[in-house]
């Protein structure tokens, strides 16, 4: 029988009288525990004052974003630059050599209804494909009582709007008329050639 089987045999059988006499004396000492003292404990116990427990790391605020970059529209197409009507031209126009393919005259209309008026007429002889057409603005009358004469509306207007860049898809130049065509009433205009930018 080995040791083993001798220990359970001892644990398993009554006490004999030394042993009973030890247990009366140990038991006798003994005090019970506290209630709750002996329960299993779910948690670790709190850490020692020396030994604070780590602070919570304090949560990671999001980088701040950059705006959004500003969107640039985009630019137009640049007009193509305005030139002057070529001195063959305009001599042969004056000449009657060149042939004046168009025309509007502009007389009696109001400021708002002419410049509707000439840009419909500009893109129908573009169209057409003339090369020079003529704008008829007049000169002005009279004005008020004092007989002084001044020059009409359209014939300061017409001017700029030929020059403006959003005339330049028809107008690649344009120079005062000869007397024969009008003189300071009108204008040769030299047309761009449908989908050109010269």
Wanted: glycine share 10%; proline share 11%.
């Amino acid at each position: 029988m080995g040791k083993k089987d001798s220990d359970k045999e001892n644990r398993a059988g009554p006490l004999n009288a030394e042993d009973a006499a030890l247990w009366e004396q140990v038991s006798g000492t003994a005090k019970p525990l506290r209630k709750g003292k002996n329960r299993a404990v779910d948690h670790p116990p709190p850490a020692m004052a020396d030994n604070p427990p780590p602070a919570p790391a304090a949560p990671k605020r999001p980088a701040p974003r950059s705006p959004p970059a500003a969107i640039t529209p985009a630019k137009p197409a640049s007009a193509p630059p305005l030139a002057k009507l070529e001195r063959r031209a305009a001599r042969g126009l004056r000449a009657g050599r060149v042939s004046v393919d168009a025309r509007i005259d502009l007389h009696g209309h109001r400021r708002q209804q002419a410049h509707g008026a000439l840009k419909s007429f500009l893109a129908r002889a573009q169209a057409s494909g003339h090369r020079h057409v003529l704008v008829i603005t007049g000169k002005g009358g009279p004005r008020g009582g004092d007989g002084r004469i001044e020059r009409g509306v359209l014939n300061r207007e017409v001017p700029r709007w030929l020059a403006d860049p959003a005339f330049r898809q028809w107008v690649v130049s344009f120079a005062p008329a000869h007397q024969r065509h009008g003189g300071e009433g009108a204008l040769y205009v030299r047309l761009r050639r449908e989908g050109r930018r010269s």
